[in-house]
């Protein structure tokens, strides 16, 4: 079992929202992990770990929201020796 | 042999992909961890010529970071075993997987590869599946340049 904290919230959430204490919870939840996802802090793996989805449904929730999701290889270099590692497995085929 | 994380498993599904990949690599391979993370209906439709391959949980990976979970930690013990590259679009998980000696790639250098093997065909369909992928994974402008040199 994940260990838990609390966090504040303003009240006005529960009436502008229309979301019930436990949904408002889960929602904030998930906006926390999507930023984290969507930061590359995280692998979306954990991120779908972390919310209780399967990963095909925490990506729904990513993608309708129009996010950019930091991964891969960050500079020319990177990327070059992703490509290269492909050359080297593939060079007898 | 290349074993890839859910990142590059769903990018190359949804641009149905995978059947490409098989033309340049014979053997593909996931975890049985990476499988269950999706839904039923979700994994009825990866080709069964993907392997699904169970980790040796002895594989000690203490030094582990908090932003893996323990499927990412199943792709790190199969590659670390039988000596696999790992495709993978997460930072989190490319970066450890690096630290433990293991080869890395993702989605990116797979889709030129693609292209400059001839297994997708033409540029203007490589550009479309290079801007798809955006969905997926952010190309940086200078990431970007670089896919589109010949």
């Known amino acids: 079992m994940t260990e838990k904290i609390n966090i504040k919230l303003p009240v006005d959430l529960l009436e502008l929202t229309g979301l019930s204490y436990e949904s408002l919870e889960e929602k904030s939840l998930l906006i926390w992990v999507l930023e984290l996802y969507s930061e590359g802090k995280i692998t979306l793996s954990k991120a779908a770990n972390l919310v209780h989805m399967k990963v095909d449904k925490f990506l729904s929730e990513f993608k309708k929201r129009h996010l950019k999701h930091i991964g891969g290889p960050v500079t020319i270099r990177d990327v070059q020796k992703d490509f290269d590692t492909i050359q080297d497995l593939t060079k007898d085929q | ?150």
């Open chain 2, 1 to 150: 042999m290349i074993i890839l994380d859910n990142t590059v498993l769903s990018a190359f599904s949804r641009l149905k992909l995978l059947p490409s990949l098989k033309k340049l690599y014979p053997y593909v391979a996931i975890s049985e961890e990476i499988l269950n993370e999706y839904s039923l209906q979700w994994q009825q439709t990866i080709p069964n010529w993907i392997r699904i391959l169970q980790s040796d949980k002895s594989i000690s990976l203490k030094d582990s970071p908090l932003s893996l979970s323990s499927a990412d930690l199943s792709i790190i013990r199969l590659a670390l075993e039988h000596n696999i590259t790992i495709a993978s679009d997460d930072r989190p998980l490319r970066i450890y997987a690096e630290k433990r000696g293991i080869s890395i790639t993702g989605s990116f250098g797979l889709l030129k590869a693609l292209y400059q093997k001839n297994i997708i065909k033409t540029r203007e369909e490589y550009i479309t599946y290079l801007n798809s992928l955006q969905e997926d994974v952010y190309i940086s402008d200078e990431l970007m340049k670089w896919a589109l040199e010949e």
